[in-house]
């Protein structure tokens, strides 16, 4: 964030500043009041902090560059069942079970993007979402490690050595710097010579390729990146809920992680936090609907496409001027 | 009251105490996590109405030691995820001090360790949690999964020459059980299991794992998971020209009438005694099914009983355990419901016990079909 | 066509798309310092023969570049190389700013910043207007501006060779005089250009030499001074 303050910051001040900012102080708001009122919304904001782990990758694939994955649940669904089954079967500690998870994730994506990303659009797609499909078969069907649709419980919570994060409030507290950590290194990348590259496959490919950019590998390094985000994601989802069954990562987390990307604004900075946390509550709020919950939390998502297509981070966007950059690569 | 609680932190700040005085006798609230959408939906629907027909009938009769009952229901969309938030949501929110949760086994399983440490226990639908921690808090209405394949092995061993026989199973759990109790007790009827093919619960064709069996001699296919897939297992059957029987587990009777018609006195079912209710001769049990099916008949007509009387049963045995215990306290009615022996329910009789938390004991259900658009129980 | 040394050398240059072929066996050449252009109706083949020389399609034939020949499949080489494209529409990263514009430019600069630092500063002679636009979303600017912006980004490059497609599309005529009158400046400076432009007469008035393209071939070899008239050209044309 502080990456952001230095290059939004202007030499003085405009009120239209104060609206860019606007995403940052929702969020803060939004996470704020949890903390502060405890209850089971500290439990829907916890879930939509690990899920804006999941997206914030997501968007460095398809905000930064540009391309489609419907498969990164299978990503945090390796890293998600590595974290329990070595945890629970094996006895492993939660940090380096988490590692372990997440190197597994980002070896997996190494070796289905190497050979997948020379395909173009729609195939990639498809591609991308049998990867999803196969990865929730095999969590079914491998039940002598996965205990299929039983699900593994007992996974122990968060922490680090014999610290452990069990309290609503301590996870929520983890969950938020891990979240901005994140977040900052997501802002990072797009202002860096990576994220220029990113930004110039997602542009054209052509152009990027006749600047010397090797698209391919960019791809590649972009899709990695964005596994090991759905990686970490998966694993936080298993030690905070304890428990993890196929369904978990089924095909409802990509529609969830897509909802809330284009709600908050792909390939904007804060949109995946802003997303995941408008998108986790905004259902809530019509819980008092009873049966037309559905119907109108649709109604709401039909609107924000409408109003705010590129979504709401980017609503704020229009009234910045261009950000500052700095003149060397 | 959430709405408030969201609307104020989006806009930051704005206090939305709701939270009112003390009542001196406030009603004892239920919460029930059920799959009201998703793939639970059914099931889970007419759980929910069980309770509240429980529910309702416990309050006209003055409530449990004289506290009504207030149920609450949230939607757990059959997600794990979305269970866990609203188990948290009626704890938290509502105040919820007993659950008498769905089918979703997933979500209850997800849920398991917030009841563990909040001290509040559950009646489940579902089968019950993997950890003994978590088993402590949590009892079910669910039959031994044994059950459902000893009724219809004894059925082929007294009344059939079938000697090999086909499982056909989906990969739900409670499936996964039973075909292994299959595979277990099947000798003991002198029956030999032949073959073991799985389907998804999606597959619009089952022929090939059909004639698999059937060419490895099996004389009968046990069939276990509910859904379509048994009217598809039927219409491939006879397809094939197969000389085959087909005996499936519980299921909602609405499901087996069409099966019916295709297969005719080839296809058996296992049903629990409130829905074969006529056929049964009077006694405790038919007193308390009865008890049951009164209410329920006037206000959802011919709607299937069964997954409703489990719901039912789940809220009565636990007031008659809150009766004798004493108390509404969680550890207390936890307590309670341990010690709960030979309570009568409309599905058979519940013993629990330290050590046993799946109350029924003894085989309450029966083997039906349809005759005429009639059923009939054969054993 | 004296010189025995092209810098840039196509023979039997060919490319498809597909079952279709868009350029059939074409033989050209680019000496040093030299601005070559290329012209021919719409659908001639003229951006084929631009992204073919990239290897940015399916290609037959081979290209030499200082008599070396260049790989066929691989773009990123053949930019290394210093041969660099401005593609038709100008192919400027719109969400970005003018300044990381340039900064992809130089995406292959390995050195520091005092390099990036001399080549921004030519960019920056030639087209003032970019120095005050630096922080301004590329997408943003009007369309003479994003070809500057294009033509600047390719520079920060360093190229060896420019190839140009259309700059002139979609822009007033004022505005194409002087991006026009620009690459003179360039071409004065010793830097090679392979300009494709459907507007022929403006292409005349700068190259040395001109291809016409048509239908995939190259059917003839104009010396812009033997050209004196409209209808001298339209023969040329429709020939």
Not at chain 1, 290 to 316: E, M, S, T
Not at chain 3, 110 to 135: C, D, H, I, N, W
Not at chain 3, 195 to 200: C, G
Request: proline share 5%.
């Amino acid at each position: 964030m502080t990456s952001l303050l230095a290059t939004t910051l202007p030499s003085r001040f405009r009120w239209t500043d104060t609206l860019a900012w606007l995403p940052w102080i929702i969020s803060a708001g939004i996470v704020g009041y949890a903390f502060l009122s405890g209850g089971y919304v500290v439990t829907l904001v916890v879930f939509a902090l690990i899920y804006a782990v999941f997206v914030i990758g997501l968007n460095i694939f398809m905000g930064f560059t540009n391309q489609v994955s419907f498969g990164q649940n299978a990503f945090a669904a390796i890293s998600g069942y590595t974290s329990a089954v070595l945890t629970t079967a094996y006895e492993w500690t939660t940090l380096p079970a988490i590692a372990v998870g997440v190197a597994l994730a980002v070896l997996c994506a190494f070796l289905i993007g190497y050979p997948t990303l020379r395909l173009k659009g729609h195939y990639l797609a498809m591609g991308t979402l049998a990867i999803g499909l196969i990865t929730y078969e095999i969590s079914v069907e491998w039940s002598s490690v996965t205990q299929g649709y039983m699900g593994i419980s007992g996974i122990p919570p968060l922490g680090i050595g014999a610290y452990e994060v069990t309290s609503d409030r301590g996870q929520l507290a983890l969950l938020v710097v891990i979240v901005l950590i994140l977040t900052f290194m997501s802002a990072r990348i797009r202002t860096s010579r990576l994220g220029r590259a990113f930004f110039a496959v997602a542009g054209s490919e052509d152009a990027a390729r006749a600047l010397g950019v090797d698209v391919a590998r960019y791809k590649l390094a972009s899709f990695i990146l964005s596994a090991a985000c759905a990686a970490l994601a998966g694993s936080l989802f298993v030690h905070v809920v304890g428990f993890v069954s196929p369904e978990v990562f089924g095909l409802h987390m990509v529609i969830l992680s897509f909802t809330m990307l284009y709600v908050g604004g792909i390939g904007t900075v804060a949109g995946p936090l802003l997303g995941a946390l408008i998108v986790s509550l905004l259902p809530d709020t019509f819980r008092a609907f009873k049966d037309y919950q559905d119907l109108a939390y649709g109604a709401v998502l039909i609107l924000l496409l409408i109003y705010a297509p590129r979504g709401l981070a980017a609503l704020f966007d229009r009234y910045v001027p261009a950000k500052k950059v700095g003149g060397a690569p | 009251m959430k709405y408030h609680l969201i609307l104020s932190a989006l806009t930051v700040g704005g206090l939305a105490s709701l939270a009112g005085p003390a009542i001196a006798q406030e009603p004892f609230k239920i919460g029930i996590s059920a799959g009201l959408t998703g793939y639970a939906a059914t099931v889970d629907r007419a759980w929910r109405d069980g309770v509240e027909l429980a529910a309702a009938t416990i309050n006209a009769k003055g409530g449990i030691k004289g506290r009504k009952v207030q149920i609450i229901v949230e939607d757990n969309r059959s997600e794990p995820q979305e269970a866990v938030t609203v188990y948290r949501k009626m704890l938290s929110s509502d105040g919820v001090g007993m659950f008498i949760s769905g089918c979703v086994s997933a979500g209850n399983f997800a849920a398991a360790p917030i009841l563990v440490r909040a001290e509040v226990p559950m009646v489940l639908c579902s089968i019950l949690p993997q950890q003994p921690a978590q088993v402590k808090w949590a009892y079910t209405t669910l039959p031994p999964a044994g059950f459902e394949v000893e009724t219809r092995l004894a059925y082929l061993k007294d009344k059939t020459q079938v000697r090999k026989i086909g499982v056909l199973h989906d990969p739900t759990p409670y499936a996964n059980l039973q075909k292994t109790v299959a595979e277990k007790e099947a000798a003991k009827y002198g029956i030999e299991i032949v073959g073991i093919e799985q389907y998804k619960q999606d597959d619009a064709d089952l022929s090939v794992q059909i004639s698999k069996m059937n060419s490895a001699g099996a004389g009968a296919i046990l069939k276990i998971g509910l859904g379509g897939t048994t009217l598809t297992a039927a219409k491939n059957i006879k397809q094939l020209g197969l000389n085959m029987l087909l005996l499936t587990s519980l299921e909602d009777l609405a499901v087996f009438r069409p099966v019916a018609e295709v297969l005719g006195d080839k296809f058996f079912f296992v049903a629990s005694p409130s829905q074969v209710r006529d056929a049964l001769p009077a006694g405790p049990l038919a007193t308390e099914i009865d008890r049951f099916l009164a209410p329920w008949r006037e206000k959802y007509g011919d709607r299937d009983p069964n997954w409703a009387s489990r719901g039912w049963d789940g809220l009565m045995l636990t007031a008659a355990a809150i009766e004798k215990g004493g108390s509404f306290e969680g550890p207390k009615v936890r307590d309670a419901i341990e010690g709960l022996s030979g309570y009568q329910g409309t599905t058979g009789v519940y013993d629990f016990s330290p050590e046993v938390h799946q109350g029924l004991t003894i085989n309450p259900f029966v083997l039906g079909t349809i005759v005429d658009g009639k059923v009939k129980v054969v054993q | 066509m004296a010189n025995p040394e092209p810098i840039l050398k196509a023979t039997g240059l060919s490319a498809r798309y597909g079952h279709v072929e868009a350029l059939k066996s074409v033989d050209m050449h680019v000496e040093e310092a030299e601005l070559v252009a290329v012209l021919g109706p719409n659908g001639a083949g003229k951006s084929t023969l631009l992204r073919a020389i990239m290897g940015l399609v399916e290609t037959g034939g081979t290209v030499h570049f200082r008599g070396k020949a260049l790989p066929r499949h691989d773009t990123v080489a053949v930019a290394s190389q210093g041969i660099i494209l401005v593609p038709e529409g100008r192919g400027i990263f719109g969400p970005m700013s003018v300044a990381e514009n340039l900064q992809l430019g130089a995406y292959r600069l390995q050195g520091g910043k005092g390099e990036y630092e001399r080549r921004q500063a030519r960019v920056f002679e030639l087209f003032p207007r970019l120095k005050e636009r630096l922080s301004q979303v590329a997408g943003s600017m009007s369309g003479g501006e994003q070809q500057m912006l294009a033509i600047g980004r390719a520079l920060m490059a360093d190229p060896k060779i420019l190839l140009l497609d259309e700059p002139s599309l979609g822009l007033a005529p004022r505005v194409m005089t002087e991006i026009l009158e620009k690459l003179r400046v360039l071409n004065e400076q010793g830097l090679p250009i392979v300009l494709v432009e459907q507007k022929a007469p403006l292409a005349l008035k700068l190259a040395r030499r001109a291809y016409l393209l048509s239908l995939g071939r190259i059917v003839a070899a104009i010396d812009p001074r033997e050209v004196q008239s409209h209808d001298e050209l339209a023969r040329y044309y429709f020939a």
